[in-house]
């Protein structure tokens, strides 16, 4: 049987009819409605401890432009959005529709996210024209948020979390990533997350007027009835994506214990791969991230066919990376980045969804072990070999400037 990479699993509305019925029957269907503020209030005592607050929105994209235009303002053309290189483009994309350049750097060699030094490195060089910084949690890992909260004490430049895979990921004392931190932390539901519904994104803020300020932005800015007080948008889940909200919520444990399990088994069965650095506590996993040996990167795309053959599917979250993507190249702003390069050319994402079996992962593991094998002994630049490699990203802007 075929393995896809994910197998998306939102909750099943055809078997929710009571509650759908209901739903209908209260004539209400957005604007923050019964369904929605319950679901709300459940996100926050379960991922969240009950402190602060957290509002749904359409997606976490139209999340991530929400928070950072709450971040930033109305903010002077030519300023920057300083982020890794190495995520998703909505990062990117959210920056450059409140007006702002993306500034990419490096990341870190173990866990993948924003390299502290090349934050400070990019801080000091460029200063007051870094309007916000826009960390990712990367893959639902758990960076430290301690870290951002001393540099917009320090620099006075807040930060917006791009958390979108972390819904799921807790600490050693069982509190949900985001917890306590002040600026806006940034999921989302997409089907293709471990915490799937469709179509979703949820923001929390342990500011309680962060979230209000973000609530009124989501509904047009109107911060009076029907008035515009501010910048806005409309970005309102409806009662049906809360609905499937509350409906995950109450299968979720078991999800995030069984993706963990899997995971585990991964690494046990496949130690010629790098893993992510483990995580202390939980981490949510949205599909199986790991870095083919060096010598084997500029096989990758023989790797993934020779997988596809056996009906296995792989990605390459996330390569190209940012700055290797054309428009992002044309218009951002990078320093080096020899980490998020050798990563990004190295990485493989393997399958992983809810229903996934341990003789599955089995199958994935020594499929990919046996075409390691067959491809080591491919020789270099030939047959399926031939997809060469570009340059670096940072090389190629180099040369260019
Ligand atoms: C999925 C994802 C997003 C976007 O989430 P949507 O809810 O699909 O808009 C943003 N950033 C990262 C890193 C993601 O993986």
Known sequence: MRIPLTRPAPPRLSLAIAELQSLEESAIFSNFGPVNTRFEQEMLARFFGGQGACMTVCNATIGLMLAIKEAVGDTAPGRFALMPSFTFAAA?????????????????????????????????????????????????????????????????????????????????RQHGFGSGFSGAVVFSMHATKSFATGEGGLIYSANPDRIARLRAMSNFGFGEPRTATMPG????????????????????????????????????ALPELDFQARAQGRQAHQFVSALLPPDLSMSRGAIREHLANRAIVTGTYFSPHL??????????????????????????????????????????????????????????????????????AYEALRRAS
């Open 233 to 268: 948008l409309n970005a309102k889940l409806s009662e049906v994506g809360a609905l499937l909200g509350r409906l995950r919520i109450a299968d979720y444990d078991r999800i995030i214990a069984r993706r963990s399990e899997l995971l585990d088994h991964y690494r046990d």
């Open 92 to 172: 990117a994309h959210a920056a450059l529709w409140c007006g702002l350049t993306p500034l990419f750097c490096d990341i870190d060699a173990q866990n993948w996210a924003a390299d502290p030094m090349a934050e400070s490195a990019m801080l000091s060089r460029y200063a007051e024209k870094i309007a916000v910084l826009v960390p990712y949690a990367t893959f639902g890992y758990p960076i430290d948020l301690t870290h951002y909260t001393k540099i917009t004490a320090q620099h006075g430049v807040p930060v917006v979390v791009d958390a979108a895979a972390s819904l799921g990921t807790f600490d050693m």
């Open 323 to 392: 700055l290797e993507q054309p428009y992002f190249k044309r218009l951002c702003v990078a320093g080096p980045m020899p980490v998020c390069d050798q990563v990004s050319a190295r990485i493989i994402s393997l399958p992983l969804f809810d229903m996934m079996t341990h003789l599955e992962v089995d199958q994935v593991a020594n499929s990919l072990r046996d075409v390691l094998t067959i491809v080591d002994r491919e020789p270099r630049g030939r047959g399926l070999h031939s997809t060469q490699r570009a340059q670096p």
